[in-house]
Each structure stands twice: as C-alpha cells, then as structure tokens.
C-alpha cells in the first residue's frame, strides 16, 4: 500500500528543546517537501529536497532543518530558534516531472508549551 | 514570485445549493493548476488538476474547474453540494519557472449543513 507517513500524529514538547519530525514515502518519488499550515495562511514551503543529499530553503525555514540521506526519508527538526513552532507540519512527494502533482501525508500536529 | 488568492474564507451552503470556490494567481506564464481537498481528521487529497488541453477539468465527487487564462483564474464548481463535502479547499499553482515547486492559497473552509 503505498503512501506517505508521518509519525506521531500529535507531539508535545517544552519550549527550548529541538523536535524531529518522522516522514517516509514508498511511491519512489525524488522529490519531497515540508510545509507548515496555519489557519487562514494555506500551506507554506519550509524545506524541499530534489535528491538525496540535497536540500533547499523554502518560504520558511528559519528555525527548521532537514536532512535526505536516504530516498524515502525527509525528517524534519523544528528547533529552539523556531519563534513560533505550534502548528501543523505536512510532509509531501512528488514524481521530478510534470505537473508535478504531489501527494501528502496526514501531518504531525505540534504544540510547544 | 507566484502568490495565490482564495478570496472566499469560509462558505456555508445548504445541501443541494451549488458551490463555486474563487482561485487567481499571479503568473503570467504557463500554469499547471490544483485543487485539493482536506476533509476533517484527513491529509490533503487532490481534487483535480489542470496541466494542458481541455480548460474545463473534472475531478473526482463531481467537483470541476475551469481555467481562464485571459483572467487568471482557475474556480471550483459543483453543482449540488453534499453534508459530505464539509472540508478545506486549497487552490494551488505551479508556473514554468517554478521547477516542482506549488504555491498555495489561503484556503476556503466549507460548511454544508444537512
């Protein structure tokens, strides 16, 4: 069944502490993306990767790093620098071609107290 | 830089009324355009999509778009809204110049009452 996943799906944390985000594809797709969703704001782009070993800043990613060692896998870190971390964190792939549809996962929604 | 306008927030319809969701974007280029769907509890799902041909687009649970390109526009319509359709609706673009990259819109949240 392919898809991608997001764990957990609810996280908690304490300010001043860093918190990774789990994301993993199995539809082969080369590239994946982070966004960030807060009400009224749509989605905006915090990190995307087009290969492995290779990423990009999005609109957002001050406060936020990632890593691709690995075609499935694009975790996410929100960390301390974050000012604002409570939000909810989507993870997406697509196909490198096209028009580029891409496909979500069902989110990680964190809450920094 | 490519920005996406939803203008509609929220819309609160009754079952059976029709539906018709505002999408414009900013490029002028060629466009390849998006609807998505995110149903309460769910992750985004794609509604429909525009990438050549056809300007009318239909997707899936009797959802369609057109794009007018002279406007700039890429709405979504259904005729006869279900309970069901209760969710957000996120318009999305990905220009020429883009690479793979979309931008979104703000989102319109849709109530149908029963």
């Known amino acids: 069944d392919g898809g991608i996943t997001q764990s957990p799906k609810y996280l908690f944390r304490k300010e001043g502490q860093n918190v990774t985000l789990s994301c993993e594809q199995n539809?082969?797709?080369?590239?994946m993306y982070w966004y960030r969703q807060d009400p009224g704001q749509g989605l905006r782009l915090i990190y995307y990767?087009?290969?492995?070993?290779?990423?990009q800043k999005g609109d957002i990613a001050e406060g936020y790093s990632v890593s691709r060692e690995k075609k499935e896998s694009f975790p996410l870190t929100v960390t301390s620098a974050q000012k604002n971390p409570t939000a909810f964190y989507l993870c997406?792939?697509?196909?490198?071609?096209?028009?580029?549809?891409?496909?979500f996962g069902p989110g990680t929604r964190l809450t920094v107290t | 830089a490519q920005s996406v306008s939803q203008h509609n927030h929220h819309v609160i319809l009754s079952e059976a009324a029709s539906l018709e969701l505002g999408c414009n974007y900013s490029?002028?280029?060629?466009?390849?355009l998006f609807w998505y769907v995110q149903y309460p509890g769910q992750h985004l799902q794609l509604l429909l999509k525009?990438?050549?041909?056809?300007?009318l687009v239909k997707g899936i649970k009797g959802f369609e778009a057109e794009f007018i390109k002279s406007k700039f526009s890429f709405n979504l319509r259904k005729p006869s809204v279900q309970w069901s359709d209760t969710a957000e609706y996120f318009c999305?673009?990905?220009?020429?110049?883009?690479?793979?990259?979309?931008?979104f819109g703000g989102g319109t949240r849709l109530m149908v009452k029963p």
């Open positions: 997406a792939s697509s196909w490198d071609n096209p028009p580029y549809e891409q496909y």
């Open positions: 539809l082969n797709h080369d590239a």
């Open positions: 990767s087009q290969i492995v070993n290779d990423f």
């Open positions: 490029y002028g280029g060629t466009v390849n």
């Open positions: 525009y990438f050549s041909g056809d300007p």
């Open positions: 999305a673009v990905n220009g020429d110049n883009a690479g793979n990259m979309l931008t």
